[in-house]
């Protein structure tokens, strides 16, 4: 199964760029790179997915080296309402969707 | 409209009891998914049906039965409910069983006393 890691938790203020990185060292081939963001009392929403090099959207950027070994999620200029959990996930076996820990991002003003 | 929503929200209940959650979705899905996440957050799959057809069963108690009437419905039954079982369930739905998409409900979250 591919595994992913990434930090427990990130601090940051209004206004800044917030990178977080995710490491998924045995992904496979055929593995896409899937991001969900998490607020409290609700459930995961779809942010971003990608299979390699760049991909954006109207709400992140998602970065992927050639290596695809790992993955930065990237917020352009947050807000507090960018504090969240946010997921990192590349296993699709057996059809179905692995969560890891996540990322808890706490945006201070 | 609320593209997946589950019912009750709530749900406070005693060891032992039989109880359900109703979950429905408007998007035209194939997919529908049971997830329950624990105190410490981490969010595991229970279940899967595709077109009605069960097709994730994870290492969850046979207290469990997913029922699915039509494609749009997903019904979580617990028999027999136990402390451990206080959590918060998500229902989800994608596409079909290989799109990556999931969208999620609200949750329900399940106390038992």
């Known amino acids: 199964l591919a595994k992913t890691t990434q930090p427990i938790s990130m601090d940051s203020y209004e206004g800044q760029e917030v990178n977080i990185t995710c490491s998924h060292n045995?992904?496979?081939?055929?593995?896409?790179i899937t991001w969900y963001q998490q607020f409290p009392s609700q459930g995961p929403r779809f942010i971003i997915q990608?299979?390699?090099t760049k991909v954006t959207n109207e709400v992140a950027s998602l970065f992927i080296p050639a290596d695809r070994k790992s993955s930065t999620l990237s917020l352009p200029r947050v807000s507090l309402s960018d504090t969240a959990v946010y997921y990192c996930?590349?296993?699709?076996?057996?059809?179905?969707?692995?969560f890891g820990t996540g990322t808890r991002l706490l945006v201070s003003p | 409209d609320t593209a997946v929503s589950q019912t009750p929200k709530y749900l406070v209940t005693q060891m032992g009891n039989d109880k359900s959650i109703k979950c429905e979705q408007n998007?035209?899905?194939?997919?529908m998914y049971w997830y329950k996440q624990d105190s410490k957050k981490f969010l595991k799959i229970m279940f899967s049906?595709?077109?009605?057809?069960?097709?994730i069963n994870e290492t969850v108690p046979n207290r469990f039965s997913p029922k699915s009437p039509d494609k749009a419905h997903l019904n979580l039954h617990i028999n027999s409910l136990e402390l451990g079982d206080s959590a918060v369930y998500f229902c989800?739905?994608?596409?079909?069983?290989?799109?990556?998409?999931?969208?999620f409900g609200s949750g329900t979250q399940l106390s038992v006393l």
């Open positions: 989800a739905s994608s596409q079909d069983r290989t799109d990556e998409k999931l969208f």
């Open positions: 045995n992904i496979a081939t055929n593995d896409y």
């Open positions: 990608g299979y390699k």
């Open positions: 996930l590349v296993d699709r076996s057996f059809q179905k969707l692995v």
């Open positions: 998007l035209g899905h194939d997919t």
């Open positions: 049906y595709n077109n009605k057809e069960l097709i």
